[in-house]
């Protein structure tokens, strides 16, 4: 009876294996989503989310994307427009220092935003952004911005983000983007909390 029994048993701690194997992948990968989403989108420009710049961050000038880059002097310039919001669970205003600026496809840009900590207290917010139109995105490229990075602004006390971009010169050759002549580049900061575990969760309410 054992060795008809044994096949049995080792079916079943297989079984119980693989299922506890796919338990702890989902559970893994439910805490890596969020990190592998927003990588995800700045590399690819998906989610309407700009690629950001693979030197972000480097100190070495010969790194820098920017260096190298050539405007587009037979193109159209591009009206890049700017939008700021925030939620309404974080008391701060937040809006940009200039309404568009116009660059052409491989010229650099530099834009401001302001953000008020509007509260008797100190607040932490993260910021997201996207561009519109959609397909865009991945042409637009970040090399030096505040998103996904916690702001910390104590009571009453405003300061300048700046945003150092370019529309990547090959937006000019796609077929595809015949046509888009302005683009929009938006920021929403929602109000960061942290939890037990001392994680960082943004809390989200409507803009």
């Known amino acids: 009876m054992e060795q008809l029994r044994a096949p049995f048993k080792k079916q079943n701690s297989s079984t119980l294996y693989?299922?506890?194997?796919i338990i702890m992948g989902t559970v893994a990968l439910?805490?890596?989503s969020v990190p592998m989403y927003k990588m995800i989108c700045q590399t690819t420009g998906w989610g309407?989310?700009?690629v950001r710049a693979p030197s972000h961050g480097s100190s070495s000038a010969s790194l820098d994307p920017a260096s190298h880059l050539t405007p587009v002097e037979s193109a159209k310039r591009l009206r890049v427009s700017f939008n700021g919001s925030v939620?309404?669970?974080l008391p701060w205003s937040f809006t940009p220092q200039q309404r568009e600026v116009r660059v052409l496809p491989g010229e650099t840009a530099l834009a401001f935003y302001t953000a008020t900590n509007n509260s008797a207290e100190d607040i932490i917010g993260v910021a997201t952004y996207s561009v519109t139109p959609g397909q865009v995105a991945p042409y637009f490229a970040k090399i030096q911005c505040?998103?996904?990075e916690e702001q910390r602004l104590k009571a009453g006390e405003s300061v300048d983000m700046p945003v150092f971009f370019y529309v990547d010169p090959e937006f000019a050759a796609d077929p595809q983007m015949r046509g888009i002549e302005s683009l929009v580049l938006s920021y929403t900061f929602f109000r960061a909390r942290y939890d037990r575990q001392g994680n960082l969760n943004v809390k989200p309410g409507a803009g």
């Open 18 to 21: 693989y299922v506890l194997s």
């Open 30 to 32: 439910s805490y890596g």
């Open 48 to 50: 309407g989310q700009p």
């Open 87 to 89: 939620s309404a669970t």
């Open 146 to 148: 505040f998103c996904f």
